[in-house]
């Protein structure tokens, strides 16, 4: 079992930034890709942002590129989400997942993701 826990969630003005982390715990099992979800109300949810723990590479939604950046520290098992330019559509609970692999399927494809966070709220004002 692998336990998610998101922090950094918040209020911003729009144009502004804020950074979401996740630390992972738990079983040594390595994660083949860890990504952030987001899902507004009334909405589905939505990929955002994933990364490939073995080389790094990352992928992104096309509605947060160029704005959004995400990033890992293995060394403390931690994902990260740098959001800057924040719009109000970005609003919504953010989760961090991870995928255990194998390889392949679709990074925004939320069925391919084993492990979940509880999510946290991001909410950007106009």
């Known amino acids: 079992q692998v336990q998610l826990v998101e922090s950094g969630g918040g209020s911003a003005q729009a144009g502004g930034s804020l950074r979401l982390s996740c630390a992972a715990s738990g079983s040594s099992t390595s994660l083949f890709r860890m990504g952030w979800f987001r899902q507004a109300p009334g909405k589905e949810r939505e990929g955002v942002a994933a990364?490939?723990?073995?080389?790094?590479?990352?992928v992104y939604a096309d509605s947060v590129k160029g704005r959004f950046s995400i990033s890992q520290d293995n060394a403390k098992k931690s994902l990260y989400l740098q959001m800057n330019s924040l719009k109000s559509t970005d609003s919504g609970m953010y989760y961090c997942?991870?995928?255990?692999?194998?390889?392949?399927?679709?990074?925004?494809?939320?069925?391919?993701?084993?492990?979940w966070g509880q999510g946290t709220q991001v909410t950007v004002s106009a």
């Open positions: 990364i490939y723990t073995s080389n790094g590479n990352t």
């Open positions: 997942a991870a995928y255990v692999g194998p390889s392949g399927g679709l990074w925004h494809d939320t069925n391919k993701y084993t492990y």
